[in-house]
């Protein structure tokens, strides 16, 4: 288990945690919140011991490997496959030895352990996580040097899960990976068998891959049972509370400070207005919680412009002689919000380029209105922004003739106040430089906004915001993100890059998640069986008892998911830490096993029944 004991820790005269406290146990999958700048990522150097602290400690078990990506893995000659195979430094010192080794004894012990440790497996291991995060079998044989510094990232992510630590810190993993890759990893930290903590502003995979949330708010970590949308519900109904006390201790307050104001001067009633002058002196004051400024995003609206603002004909875009995209009959109107899904390297970034006039048309054609305007935002340019001029001076440059004035106004619906306006871009946080990249993207008013991941480094309360401003713009929107809920809550419309097409995708975002997950096959696949012939279609009593199976095995998972968040409730309480109830603590880690072997099972067999009653339907 994790303790952070009464932890503060300053930076330049800063104050960032003050006496927080928290107890993680072995085994939970926490998501660590909290709005940009509160020092989340501190906190996973302070565990990591390479910041001292102020007051208090961190304790872990003796023995417990922490691991996480600090940064991405050198572009050296070493293959994919062998980088991440060398991040188990046990299995790699095994293997090496046993090339040498001469002694029958040690031989013996060499082959033993890495018969304990899997090490046989460890490969076609390692194989399936670099696949999982995008890399095909080909690629894995490459050396590093071959691959750019997002993709190097991927494989320092690779190396780290392969070497599967007792502790897992994870910070924003998803900023360098597609949709494709942010599913996969969300599938395999549900099953991850140690300790993780990840810090995410993902509401999707906070919703799926943890049960817990950890909450860095007013230098303080508040810990939540339950997934994201749980916390946030919690937290909600916990600042009420706190607000409604406050009023309470406000009208309270007035009405004795009344009785003393009107009766101090009165000899008869002077013991009784000292006495609630006392009161007042020791009242403890109620603050009722303070709403953070709340992020906004500002777009301009453009003009109408007659459908359809862009039309292609048998189109084809590519590199050169290289064509990635063929036969492409397109048509986007201004009302359009377009999502495009399709795998790493599939053309989704060739097609962006190719709408936004970055790429010529092979052959075939596009039409497009004379008076279409077009913003374009893309990781890249965020890291092309000029790092010694201020955001001010970035829209003085687009816009000259405007005043002062005007430009602040914009920088200030983007969420960038006075304080940014004048600072460095060098020395702004990631979100505030992806707020300026975006208000430059947007500052023509396009009618077509085409947005290449426009999240990341974002926080949670910005990344709302922009859902909301994506919702009232009247331009048309292309969005390529690995983040499902901003998918999910502006796309209307999901194109799908696949095989060197671009077609519609007439299913749900949730579908093609299912569709993700269960896409890869068995090697030994082709081995299987020839089908057998269909069975008869089931009785009308046959598929009621099904449907009852299938709700009797829910309520079975929910009735086990609320004894699981009661029981981790209860495990997260420090006080049970103490040498004197470690009995206690036995005996409720014995049960919160217990409950998670029983979840296991119960979830198989609900799923096994949701399978055939899907079966049936067909």
């Not at 013991?271 to 002196?281: G, I, N, P, Y």
């Not at 430059?440 to 926080?459: F, G, R, W």
Request: aromatic letters at 6%; hydrophobic letters at 40%.
């Amino acid at each position: 288990m994790l303790k952070i004991k009464d932890i503060s820790y300053s930076i330049e005269g800063r104050s960032l945690l003050e006496h927080a406290t928290v107890t993680i146990p072995h085994g939970h999958k926490v998501g660590l919140v909290g709005r940009n700048g509160t020092g989340k990522t501190t906190l996973f150097k302070m565990i990591r011991g390479e910041l001292p602290l102020d007051t208090g400690d961190i304790e872990l078990p003796r023995g417990h490997r922490i691991g996480g990506v600090s940064q991405e893995v050198p572009g050296n000659e070493v293959s994919l496959i062998d980088t991440v195979l060398m991040a188990d430094t046990e299995r790699h010192s095994l293997m090496a030895e046993a090339e040498t080794a001469t002694d029958p004894t040690r031989i013996a012990e060499i082959q033993t352990r890495l018969a304990d440790i899997n090490a046989w497996s460890a490969e076609a291991r390692a194989s399936s996580i670099l696949k999982g995060l995008g890399f095909t079998y080909e690629e894995q044989k490459q050396p590093c040097s071959a691959f750019s510094g997002g993709w190097r990232m991927r494989v320092a992510l690779a190396a780290v899960l392969f070497s599967e630590p007792d502790l897992l810190l994870l910070d924003e993993p998803t900023n360098y990976l597609d949709l494709e890759g942010a599913l996969w990893l969300e599938n395999y930290l549900t099953k991850y068998p140690h300790t993780v903590l990840i810090v995410s502003h993902d509401r999707e995979l906070l919703n799926r891959s943890v049960g817990a949330i950890l909450h860095l708010e007013d230098k303080k970590l508040t810990f939540y049972t339950g997934p994201y949308d749980s916390f946030a519900k919690q937290r909600a109904e916990k600042r009420a509370l706190i607000a409604q006390a406050a009023k309470k201790q406000d009208a309270k307050r007035a009405h004795l400070q009344s009785f003393v104001d009107r009766f101090k001067a009165k000899a008869s009633k002077a013991k009784q207005a000292q006495s609630r002058v006392k009161m007042l002196e020791k009242m403890q004051t109620i603050r009722a919680p303070e709403d953070a400024a709340r992020t906004v995003f500002t777009f301009p609206s453009p003009e109408e412009l007659s459908p359809p603002i862009i039309a292609t004909e048998g189109a084809a875009v590519g590199y050169g002689n290289h064509i990635v995209l063929h036969d492409l009959n397109l048509r986007i109107d201004q009302d359009d919000r377009i999502a495009l899904l399709g795998r790493n390297g599939e053309g989704k970034s060739t097609l962006s380029k190719m709408l936004s006039n970055r790429l010529e048309v092979a052959r075939g054609k596009m039409v497009s209105s004379n008076k279409l305007r077009i913003g374009f935002f893309a990781q890249h340019q965020v890291d092309e922004l000029r790092v010694e001029e201020t955001p001010l001076q970035h829209l003085l440059r687009e816009r000259p003739e405007e005043g002062q004035a005007k430009l602040r106004a914009r920088l200030a619906g983007f969420g960038l106040m006075a304080a940014q306006a004048e600072t460095e871009v060098g020395r702004l946080s990631g979100g505030q430089k992806a707020r300026l990249s975006l208000l430059l993207a947007t500052l023509p008013a396009p009618h077509l906004l085409i947005l290449d991941e426009p999240t990341n480094h974002l926080d949670i309360e910005s990344r709302e915001a922009l859902v909301e401003a994506l919702t009232a713009y009247t331009g048309a929107v292309i969005l390529v993100s690995h983040d499902m809920h901003l998918l999910s809550m502006v796309a209307d419309r999901l194109w799908l890059v696949k095989d060197g097409h671009v077609t519609p995708y007439e299913d749900d975002l949730q579908a093609y998640r299912k569709l993700l997950l269960t896409a890869d096959k068995p090697a030994n696949e082709a081995k299987k069986p020839s089908p057998k012939p269909k069975k008869p279609a089931m009785t009308r009593d046959q598929m009621l008892a099904l449907k009852a199976e299938v709700r009797k095995g829910e309520e079975r998972v929910n009735k086990l998911n609320d004894m699981r968040d009661k029981l981790a409730k209860k495990l997260a309480d420090p006080d049970l830490y103490e040498d004197a109830r470690k009995g206690e603590l036995a005996t409720w880690n014995a049960k919160y096993a217990e409950v998670m072997q029983a979840l296991d099972k119960a979830e198989a067999l609900w799923m096994s029944a949701l399978e055939a009653q899907e079966k049936a339907q067909c």
